[in-house]
């Protein structure tokens, strides 16, 4: 398990890149301390006494792809003061048991404090019941893939789970705010894009090439991922 809270500055929903832009809409009063924002749309957890939006993206894939080392990489490029300490469970097997969970502000929008939070899913067959228990309550998935050709088939089931998991949530996922990372670009032995493309991205997520390990890709999926889920809570 990993924890750790960020702090960047952000001022609208519609583009993290654009901190000039202002929003005109306000968010409804309400009486209750929490609500469920938009069933059908997202998990998101408003709570209204604090006003404060709590969303959560889940990092997915198998087991060693590079899930808790985007994580590590993203505490490590933000200011210090920013950042709190980062815990994680390692195992003989694979570097994360149960989850990294990484709470992450961005500031205020519509008078609402939005906090992000990172969660990441052990990549081992025999923990899916966690991963289904963590990825409940999703706003965006990323899908980090091994590029490596031995690991195709396990990739494929890794995202044939994925989509499985989330019609049982009652997701659409066509609709779902998705993003796709082909990691370990570095390595020699690996898939050309296209044949990643055809297998793991039938419904044309954003995606971009990653080596976790340097950071290269990392910001940019995180990026897209909560500018999906902000323009979601926005048609809320």
């Known amino acids: 398990m990993c924890f750790l809270t ?14 000039t832009s202002q929003g005109g809409k306000s968010w409804p009063e309400s009486g209750g301390a929490y609500e469920q924002a938009g069933e059908q749309l997202s998990m998101s957890l408003i709570n209204m006494a604090k006003r404060e939006i709590n ?15 985007n994580l590590h990489y993203i505490h490590r490029v933000v200011d210090p003061k920013d950042v709190g300490d ?24 519509h008078g609402f404090q939005i906090r992000f939070q990172l969660y990441t899913v ?7 019941q966690t991963r289904v228990s963590v990825l409940k309550g999703a706003d ?3 899908f ?20 499985e998991q989330l019609r049982r949530m009652n997701k659409d996922v066509a609709e779902f705010p998705l993003v796709m990372q082909w990691n370990k670009r570095d390595l ?6 296209s044949v990643l493309e055809q297998y793991l991205n039938s419904y044309r997520k954003p995606s971009f090439e990653a080596v976790a390990v340097t950071g290269k890709g990392v910001i940019e999926c995180l990026r897209t991922g909560i ?7 926005e048609r809320i």
């Open 144 to 163: 980090v893939a091994d590029s490596q050709v031995s690991k195709l088939q396990e990739n494929i089931e890794s995202w044939n789970e994925l989509q």
């Open 86 to 109: 980062m815990v994680s469970i390692d195992t003989e097997t694979e570097r994360t048991l149960y989850f990294d969970l990484l709470p992450l502000e961005l500031g205020k929008v």
């Open 188 to 193: 020699q032995d690996i898939l050309p894009i």
């Open 55 to 69: 969303c959560k993206i889940v990092y997915y894939g198998i087991g060693l792809c590079g899930k808790t080392t």
């Open 140 to 142: 965006c998935v990323i």
């Open 227 to 233: 500018n999906s889920t902000l323009r979601r809570l």
């Open 122 to 128: 052990p990549g081992q067959v025999l923990y899916q």
């Open 6 to 19: 960020i702090a960047i500055k952000y001022q609208d929903t519609r583009d993290i890149n654009d901190p």
